[in-house]
């Protein structure tokens, strides 16, 4: 029988199930897979510093965000083969052109250790001396364009600094809060380490990949603006130190 011979039949039908709408995707994330950025087995169960950054800004913004990290090489390398849509990077030419530069996220020094005996506290003493340096990092013209200053590639430097501490490099160059973490290490005697010297102060910066929607990107740019304002990026910093 045909739905002519049914009248009213159309107005009994039960009306179709409004459709959700579909959550958006997290935004993948990736941080330096070192401590305090990202700590593993943390006992008061801190994810790293700048997990708990991202953690507070995916919050502040209502965007959803996967996190994970890897050695500080694959961060450039997560954006140009397209597996992270955000990375947090120390500002410099190879991510300023690969990526939209969203907001700074917090300063710091790049500092330089040595032993004592070895009497390194200058640039200008770095040359012919051995350096360990994290790879893909960009310290500053002095030191990366200045080829009578040998490059060791370190996988951190908590690595560069049980070397020096052997005598298998000349030196060490880290941001200060990876080495402060770096020089608490079991077994290792500070006392035989000189001072720091500061080669250049730089900024952790959140990048974006360019594909990235302009409305995502102003998004996380408000949330940061509003997480410096409150004090809440100072806070999270200070715990760390």
């Known amino acids: 029988m045909g739905l002519h011979a049914l009248p009213g039949l159309a107005q009994t039908l039960p009306a179709p199930a409004p459709t959700a709408p579909s959550a958006p995707a997290p935004l993948r994330v990736l941080l330096n897979d070192v401590a305090p950025y990202t700590l593993h087995g943390d006992p008061q169960q801190r994810p790293g510093l700048h997990h708990e950054i991202m953690h507070a800004l995916s919050r502040q913004a209502d965007l959803p965000m996967s996190m994970n990290s890897a050695l500080y090489v694959r961060l450039a390398l997560g954006l140009k083969d397209g597996s992270a849509d955000v990375v947090v990077g120390v500002e410099g030419p190879e991510l300023e052109a690969l990526a939209t530069r969203v907001r700074p996220m917090h300063g710091f020094k790049f500092v330089v250790i040595a032993k004592k005996s070895a009497e390194i506290r200058s640039v200008a003493q770095l040359k012919g001396k ?7 990092a960009f310290y500053d013209d002095s030191i990366n364009n200045d080829d009578s200053i040998r490059k ?15 005598d298998r490099l000349d030196a060490v ?17 500070s006392s ?19 594909e990235l929607s302009a409305e995502i990107v102003s998004r996380l740019q408000r949330a940061m603006d509003a997480l410096q304002k409150s004090g809440q990026i100072e806070r999270i910093l200070r715990s760390y130190q």
Do not use: C, H, W
């Open 192 to 210: 035989l380490f000189d001072t720091p010297f500061a080669v250049n102060e730089k900024s952790y910066v959140i990048y974006a990949r360019k």
């Open 130 to 136: 051995l350096l360990g340096v994290a790879r893909g």
């Open 152 to 166: 060791y590639g370190l996988t951190d430097p908590f690595q560069g600094v049980r070397m020096l501490a052997l």
């Open 173 to 189: 160059i880290s941001s200060d809060y990876l080495l402060a973490y770096a020089l608490k290490q079991p077994g290792l005697d």
